[in-house]
């Protein structure tokens, strides 16, 4: 499929949803990708990635920072509190936000080096216990406490269930988002990005659509 496909398809679901053109930030999920296929897509010009992994990212991205001006890097997986003075030195974006320890941690890092990452609260709207995130009911007071601590929210994250229709997920996420005041919403993946836009995704994370299948993991 590749990046140009994707990217057209994410103007025509802008367009569709009456939203207007690159208001949706196309996060190219490079996880466990070879390095020329997350160099190929540098060289179309693109610079927005997303990492699962910490310690993954770490062994990647400083070369390619290196070689490629305006890297915008985001994890988008879950966080250890022992990991996260990396991930700040790494990531402009954290996705997985999901915890009172964690939320301490980064207040403690923001004062510490008078920088923050942007940051989305993870909820976990199918209340999966296999899943990390904040329950839905909890959403609220949760970002109420990582605003008393001055943590950047910028908006909210979710993966849907693999069995459930998306959009009601997606759906559900906006309202919280809304009644928050929070305009950021990393929603959609591969497979239902375009469902995300119709309903509100400022971020879609987007991994083997545009790179192939990963080789491992």
Not at 48 to 65: C, I, L
Not at 196 to 211: K, N, Q, W
Request: charge should be negative; charged fraction near 25%; aromatic fraction near 6%.
């Amino acid at each position: 499929m590749g990046l140009a496909e994707i990217t057209e398809r994410i103007a025509k679901a802008e367009a569709s949803a009456g939203r207007d053109a690159g208001s949706v930030t196309l996060i190219a999920v490079s996880k466990v990708q070879p390095d020329a296929r997350v160099e190929a897509v540098l060289g179309e010009g693109h610079r927005v990635f997303g990492e699962n992994r910490v310690q993954e990212a770490a062994g990647k991205w400083p070369d390619f920072r290196e070689r490629f001006d305006g890297i915008d890097l985001h994890l988008i997986g879950p966080l250890q509190t022992n990991k996260a003075r990396t991930a700040f030195e790494l990531f402009q974006s954290i996705h997985s936000l999901d915890r009172p320890k964690l939320a301490n941690t980064f207040a403690r890092l923001a004062q510490e080096t008078g920088a923050c990452p942007e940051l989305f609260v993870q909820v976990n709207t199918g209340e999966e216990p296999q899943k990390a995130g904040v329950l839905p009911a909890d959403a609220d007071s949760f970002i109420e406490d990582c605003r008393a601590l001055d943590l950047p929210i910028r908006g909210l994250m979710c993966i849907p269930p693999l069995e459930e229709e998306p959009s009601l997920h997606f759906a559900l996420l906006a309202k919280i988002a809304a009644r928050n005041g929070l305009a950021g919403l990393s929603m959609g993946m591969s497979g239902d990005f375009e469902r995300a836009i119709a309903l509100g995704a400022t971020h879609v994370r987007v991994g083997s659509a545009i790179f192939g299948e990963r080789t491992q993991g």
